[in-house]
């Protein structure tokens, strides 16, 4: 199978609103500048979840605008360059063997990582290892969207 992204939203509190209440993993990226990794170039700069409804994909993101999540990396590009952000949702994303946003959110950086030889610029580490090998997702990601 492959996880394709498609709709993307401006990193803004008018389009953060959309994903209220919405669990799952998340994608900033810039729009005007490219990240040289070492393997390949992308525009991507982090890969974040949100594991519950209550500490939803919205406020993870209004943490990363004002800076309050600790990243400054994302809050500053924010301020200083066109971001934009678009999601999987917890619910979309059980389609793909793992029902774990922990093991999802992991998935994607270790993918990331094989394919750019790097971790996204403002992401610090690799998450968590995956809890169960049986449970282990098998998907291809598109990371041409954020060339």
């Given at each position: 199978?492959?996880?394709?992204?498609?709709?993307t939203?401006?990193?803004?509190?008018?389009?953060v609103k959309?994903?209220q209440?919405?669990?799952?993993?998340?994608?900033?990226?810039l729009?005007?500048?490219?990240?040289?990794?070492?393997?390949e170039?992308?525009?991507?700069?982090?890969?974040?979840?949100?594991?519950?409804?209550?500490?939803s994909?919205?406020?993870?993101?209004?943490g990363?605008?004002?800076?309050q999540?600790?990243?400054?990396?994302i809050?500053?590009?924010?301020?200083t360059?066109?971001?934009?952000?678009t999601?999987y949702?917890?619910?979309?994303?059980?389609?793909y063997?793992?029902?774990?946003?922990?093991?999802m959110?992991?998935?994607?950086?270790?993918?990331?990582?094989?394919?750019?030889?790097s971790?996204?610029?403002?992401n610090?580490?690799?998450?968590?290892?995956?809890?169960d090998?049986?449970?282990?997702?098998?998907?291809?990601v598109?990371?041409n969207?954020?060339?």
């Amino acid at each position: 199978m492959n996880i394709i992204f498609t709709r993307t939203y401006n990193l803004r509190e008018q389009e953060v609103k959309f994903v209220q209440g919405v669990s799952g993993i998340y994608f900033i990226f810039l729009t005007d500048v490219v990240i040289a990794y070492p393997f390949e170039v992308s525009r991507l700069i982090y890969i974040g979840m949100s594991e519950s409804r209550q500490n939803s994909i919205a406020m993870r993101l209004r943490g990363h605008l004002t800076g309050q999540s600790g990243n400054l990396g994302i809050s500053n590009y924010a301020k200083t360059h066109p971001v934009k952000f678009t999601f999987y949702s917890a619910d979309v994303l059980r389609n793909y063997g793992n029902d774990n946003v922990f093991d999802m959110e992991s998935f994607f950086l270790s993918d990331f990582q094989e394919c750019h030889g790097s971790f996204p610029i403002c992401n610090g580490q690799a998450g968590h290892q995956l809890s169960d090998e049986r449970k282990k997702i098998t998907a291809d990601v598109d990371w041409n969207f954020f060339q």
